[in-house]
């Protein structure tokens, strides 16, 4: 046998203090709030630091701030904006390593995704949007499109600093100035970026960083002083956030829960098919808004492929997410854990079949291994509910039709996954998706050029592209 | 042309059953199977593990030398290296297999008497295949009697490209035949026979994946990459597509291939790449010698470096390894 | 001798390509500006609502996969039969909106020339919202606008057949269905439209036109969970406040009333067409 030695990155790398404050208008500033709380590691849940959940004062605070700094922010020359944003893609691409490394200890995602995904996609998107920053008159808005004023951005834990960029980016290329909340369980790769402000010179105000739960949001999102709202989470969150806003004229955009069907015809190929499965459900934990949750399978070719898929499953390296040769890390809070634990127990007492591979379970933290369930009906909770997790549902389908009939079939719209060797097939089946993104003979690939976002329940509006810059313009 | 037994060789009645089996078979997505060779290249092997791994890489090495100044002297003082890798270090293994020209058969046979290396001949016109089928069996049976007991045929890519499938299968077939008693298995008498598919003349993973099915059901012992003369020669994703038609194989028929990826494989990280790759593709079972090689030259040294490196904690200098 | 006595007309609904009475068997009466009795106008109800939503939700995939071309054919064509009905649209706006024959025929070919306006982006929104995306890395990268679905309109109360128009003809251009809300106190001219629709090509359900109260029905299609989006052009705050809340619950695309009056005459842009627009990116490998 093989065995793969253990391959930790050092942790060396990275500088946690013991405790935060907020960043606003520059500075590192005491909370009204005396609310702390601790954030750990879901790997080996020790405690890494402690951040305040600010309140309506300090939010308050934090939107005044950006008011002010709007002023000046506003009337900055695009090609300057530009340059700092720019500075900031460098500083990250300099910093990648410790971003990555801080990422996998809060997040519990592997380094290998970290490092190979998260990091050089937050540089991107920086380096893309520094690059609209001058030429928004040529993006399809009018001669001379204007910012909006303040973003309060909520951003979720699954992919921390990846979220971030992808509200503060446009946001700052466009000409507003920004308050984020990061995730309560994920906040430190934000309140690093915050320090990169500083080493980037961003002028005070332009970005606020305030730490906190749904509480802190809500005060974000509903402060008169807030001009756009946008928001990644669950979808269950964004209705409260769409109501929140109605009789405003706070623009809103929304990228929600998912529940996506991965479609494998039975000329696909196979070996790439199982790829894009495993990617599909198991990259991050299964913990993606787009993740492939639900496998539509021709029944033709059912069998092989659940049989190369287990097969493929069993070489899944599930453990320390800081071991270079993970593949399946931390779940990333024990409330999660117990929402997966709870989902998965459905389906098995609703009459699916419960699978995993042999997977050593490390005796601290939160973790759940990679699961398959087969003989899922489409009206099991396991095929309809947004599990967020290592889990995947299998469905069978007979014709064509059958299957765009099954993947459509649910409120959500965010992605689906097409695998066939057949372009006509492909093409017929992308078109009568009802999804935002259509992975087909791939899946999970993001790109700063490409927009994103969901129909139906799925949310509204697009980050990325030319398409995300609408969502920070007055249009 | 003789009567074979192996596993789906049915399939090979017709030029149009064959191809409808060929062209049946699942296609190959590149920028996935890419993919998926880049995220099993960034496996981090490391202390214990990359210790075993350089051990079992020395053992599955083909040395190999095929140019057309291969003198008897160079041949000699090549299989003295692939018996003792490095002679200041008796733990080091030898390596599987020295690879020569056919009219070299006999001096490798000679200077690796009872040593347990084997000795392989390339045959069929290497490397271009460009000759008719007697000259190739002639040539095959010649290496086999000469003592080679390990024979690296190449496909006619002319005719595979053409779609002239049964043609590359009956050659293939009339090799085996010529490499001796027929059946294949490894503790049977008779040259294992090791079919090169030329893999980048064949340009596509479809063709790899088609020439590599093509080449087990007419009886290959081993399929391998490439003969080393070409550019491309072995690839990560071309390895592990072959890997996957073996493993498919496997479970198909119930028999067993061994994968040998040649030329271009150059360094200790590169020959870990492929051991990940087979560990992970075709399964810990094909990580033996006898199921899978190496093909290489410059190879061995790297690896001799690599293991005196993990066990004096200083980086090696060529100057303390021989150049044969 | 006698004047002769006009044969009226009667207004009805307009769902799914028919012309209903409302279910509940309610009407109420429409006056002119100046307050002179003009007809009985059906009250719709929240289960013609339901009705007009099953409707446009039927419609939606012959409407949204038919070819741009054909839906531009479409729209022309409803453009021609309102130009053939320039008399009786000039006379009900005339009366409606109390303005002069000539200005209320101006107002008619307003509406006309915009339908033709509109006609004509079917074809065009794609390759002007849409975009090819160089992303880094071996993959063909496109992102095409495609309709929302279906889409409750509430239509504004003033301007009568140019701002019908104006709501309904950038809703449909693009692919998806609707279900319009008339003027309640001028919705002569809706179910007039009405009958040129149903006489122009235009699938049954594409389109489906209910009189009564908005504050009544909107409320009931802000909050179906079949309807994808609400405009509510023509709704006072408080309702749009209430339709606002209600859509959320299946996060509608919400296009809010505008902050200052519309000028349904001037060149209305392309943000009604984008406002029912989803963005689909589709990826694929490109290789050998």
């Not at chain 1, 834990?157 to 992808?166: G, T």
């Not at chain 1, 309809?384 to 299957?403: H, K, M």
């Not at chain 2, 041949?75 to 020295?98: E, I, L, N, Q, Y």
């Not at chain 3, 065009?124 to 889409?151: D, H, M, R």
């Amino acid at each position: 046998m093989f065995e793969y030695a253990p391959a930790p990155e050092s942790r060396d790398i990275v500088d946690i203090k013991p405790s935060y404050g907020l960043f606003i208008n520059g500075e590192w500033v005491e909370p009204q709030s005396e609310e702390r709380h601790k954030t750990v590691n879901p790997a080996t849940e020790e405690v890494l630091s402690e951040i305040v959940w600010a309140g309506e004062a300090d939010v308050d605070r934090a939107v005044e701030a950006a008011r002010k700094a709007f002023a000046t922010w506003s009337a900055v020359p695009g090609s300057e904006r530009a340059k700092y944003i720019f500075r900031i893609a460098r500083i990250i691409q300099e910093r990648s390593r410790e971003l990555a490394v801080l990422e996998s200890l809060d997040n519990g995602k592997p380094i290998r995704e970290s490092r190979d995904v998260d990091l050089p996609l937050v540089a991107a998107h920086f380096f893309y949007y520094a690059g609209w920053a001058d030429k928004l008159s040529y993006a399809g808005f009018g001669p001379d499109p204007r910012p909006l004023g303040v973003a309060g951005q909520v951003i979720p834990w699954n992919f921390p600093l990846l979220m971030l960029a992808w509200k503060i980016a446009p946001a700052l290329a466009c000409g507003n100035t920004v308050v984020l909340k990061p995730a309560e369980t994920t906040p430190l790769t934000a309140l690093a970026f915050a320090e990169i402000c500083r080493q980037a010179d961003l002028p005070p105000g332009v970005v606020n960083i305030v730490t906190g739960a749904g509480e802190t949001g809500s005060a974000l999102v509903r402060h008169p002083g807030v001009d756009k709202v946008a928001f990644t989470g669950s979808t269950e969150v964004g209705r409260l956030i769409a109501r929140s806003v109605a009789g405003s004229r706070k623009k809103l955009t929304l990228e929600l829960g998912g529940k996506a069907a991965n479609i494998v015809f039975e000329d696909a190929a196979v070996d790439q098919a199982v790829e894009g499965i495993v990617n599909g459900i198991f990259f991050n934990q299964g913990h993606v808004c787009c993740a492939g949750s639900r496998l539509l399978v021709q029944e033709s070719v059912a069998e092989e492929v659940l049989d190369a898929l287990k097969r493929r499953l069993a070489t899944l390296r599930m453990g320390d997410p800081l071991d270079k040769n993970t593949d399946i890390g931390a779940i990333n809070s024990a409330a999660q854990l117990a929402k997966i634990r709870e989902l998965s127990e459905a389906g098995e007492s609703e009459g699916a079949e419960r699978w995993s591979p042999p997977c050593p379970i490390p005796d601290r933290g939160f973790w759940f291994p990679p699961t398959v369930f087969t003989g899922v009906a489409q009206s099991h909770r396991i095929a309809r509910e947004e599990i967020f997790g290592p889990v995947l549902s299998v469905l069978t389908f007979r014709t064509p039709a059958e299957a765009i009939e099954k993947a459509n079939n649910t409120p959500y719209g965010l992605s689906a996954g097409v695998w066939t060797e057949k372009g006509s097939l492909m093409l017929w089946a992308a078109s009568r998706l009802r999804a935002g993104v259509v992975w087909s003979n791939t899946f999970n690939r993001f790109d700063p050029a490409s927009p994103f976002g969901g129909f139906k329940e799925s949310g509204y509006g697009r980050e990325g592209g030319r398409h995300g810059l609408e969502a920070y313009l007055a249009v | 042309m003789p009567t074979l037994t192996t596993p789906l060789a049915e399939v090979a009645s017709s030029t149009s059953t064959l191809r409808a089996f060929l062209h049946g078979l699942p296609g190959v997505d590149r920028v996935g199977a890419d993919a998926r060779a880049a995220m099993l290249g960034t496996r981090s092997i490391k202390t214990t593990a990359k210790k075993q791994a350089i051990d079992l890489a020395i053992r599955m090495v083909d040395l190999t030398t095929l140019e057309g100044a291969d003198t008897p002297g160079k041949v000699r003082a090549m299989c003295a290296k692939a018996v003792r890798p490095d002679p200041t270090d008796a733990t080091v293994p030898p390596v599987a297999a020295v690879c020569v020209y056919p009219d070299l058969v006999p001096t490798a046979v000679q200077a690796l008497a009872g040593s347990g290396v084997k000795v392989a001949s390339v045959a069929t016109a290497f490397p271009s295949g460009r000759s008719s089928l007697e000259v190739k069996v002639a040539e095959t049976g010649l290496a086999v009697a000469a003592g080679a007991s390990e024979i690296d045929m190449v496909i006619d890519r002319g005719a595979f490209l053409a779609g002239d499938y049964l043609k590359v299968y009956e050659e293939i077939a009339a090799v085996k035949a010529a490499c001796g008693p027929a059946g294949g298995a490894h503790d049977e008498p008779g040259a294992h026979l090791k079919v090169i598919l030329e893999t980048g003349e064949l340009a596509t993973y479809d063709n790899v994946r088609r020439a590599s099915w093509l080449a087990m059901i007419a009886g290959a012992d081993f399929i391998k990459t490439s003969t080393g003369k070409v550019s491309p020669a072995a690839t990560l994703p071309v390895t592990l597509v072959m890997l996957e038609a073996v493993r498919d194989f496997l479970r198909t028929t119930g028999r067993k291939v061994g994968v040998k990826p040649a030329g271009g494989i150059r360094t200790t990280k590169d020959a870990i790449k492929y051991l990940v790759l087979v560990n992970e593709t075709a399964g810990p079972d094909w990580l033996d010698p006898d199921w899978f090689r190496l093909g290489a030259s410059s190879l061995l040294n790297d690896l001799l470096m690599q293991r005196q490196k993990m066990a004096t904690g200083r980086y090696a200098g060529p100057d303390y390894f021989t150049l044969d | 001798m006698s004047e002769r006595l006009a044969v009226r007309k009667t207004y009805k609904l307009f769902i799914g390509g028919a012309f209903p009475r409302s279910e509940s068997g309610r009407s109420y009466v429409v006056t002119s500006s100046k307050g002179d009795f003009l007809a009985n106008a059906s009250r719709a109800s929240r289960k013609d609502a339901r009705d007009a939503v099953s409707a446009a939700r039927k419609a939606f995939p012959g409407w949204s996969g038919a070819t741009a071309y054909n839906r531009g054919q479409v729209l022309y064509r409803v453009a021609e039969m309102l130009e053939g009905r320039r008399a009786q649209f000039a006379a009900e706006i005339a009366d409606a909106e109390g303005v002069g024959a000539r200005k209320a025929g101006e107002l008619v070919d307003a509406a006309v020339d915009r339908l033709v306006w509109y006609a004509g982006w079917s074809d065009k929104i794609g390759a002007v919202l849409g975009s090819a995306n160089p992303v880094a890395g071996p993959y063909f990268n496109l992102s095409s606008p495609e309709p929302t679905g279906v889409v409750a309109v509430v239509a504004p109360p003033l301007g009568s057949l140019a701002g019908l128009v104006g709501v309904i003809a950038p809703v449909i251009v693009t692919g998806n269905t609707c279900v319009v809300i008339a003027p309640e106190r001028a919705p002569l001219p809706s179910i007039t439209l009405a009958e040129v629709l149903a006489t122009s090509d235009v699938p049954g359900g594409v389109v489906n036109i209910l009189t009564g109260s908005a504050a009544e029905i909107a409320p009931w299609l802000a909050g179906h969970m079949d309807v994808n989006a609400v405009d509510l052009a023509g709704a006072d705050p408080d309702l749009a406040v209430t339709c606002e809340e209600l859509a959320a619950e299946n996060l509608k695309r919400v296009v809010r009333p505008p902050a200052a009056p519309v000028d349904w005459l001037a060149d209305p842009g392309t943000d009604r067409m984008t406002a029912f627009l989803e963005t689909k990116t589709v990826w694929h490998p490109i290789g050998t």
